[in-house]
């Protein structure tokens, strides 16, 4: 089993900045892909960043030149630094961690982006 613990979220005006945080420990043996999706009121899981163990990005349109996701291979963390946040960026945000073929989950944590 692989726990993942996220930190970061909270309320925070438009254009202003939020860095998450996700650690993952337990059976950690091979992480591949590690996360973030979103899930805004009324609307689907979305997908906001992915990195792999080699550092390769994807990153959702509506974040590119935002969002910057980084990992750490050694502490087994992944972090979403998020700059100039619109209301539209307001959301439960999960960590997901792909380790030897299965999909692990965070609880999720709220970022709320006043206007």
């Known amino acids: 089993q692989v726990q993942l613990v996220e930190s970061g979220g909270g309320l925070v005006q438009a254009g202003g900045s939020l860095r998450l945080s996700c650690a993952a420990s337990?059976?950690?043996?091979?992480?591949?892909?590690m996360g973030w999706y979103r899930r805004a009121p009324g609307k689907q899981r979305e997908l906001v960043a992915t990195?792999?163990?080699?550092?390769?990005?994807i990153y959702a349109g509506s974040v590119k030149g935002r969002f910057t996701i980084s990992r750490d291979n050694a502490k087994n963390t992944v972090d979403l630094q998020m700059n100039s946040l619109k209301p539209e960026d307001t959301a439960v945000y999960y960590c997901?961690?792909?380790?030897?073929?299965?999909?692990?989950w965070g609880q999720g944590t709220q970022v709320t982006v006043s206007s």
């Open positions: 337990g059976s950690v043996f091979n992480i591949n892909a």
């Open positions: 997901n961690v792909v380790n030897s073929g299965w999909n692990y």
């Open positions: 990195i792999t163990s080699d550092r390769s990005t």
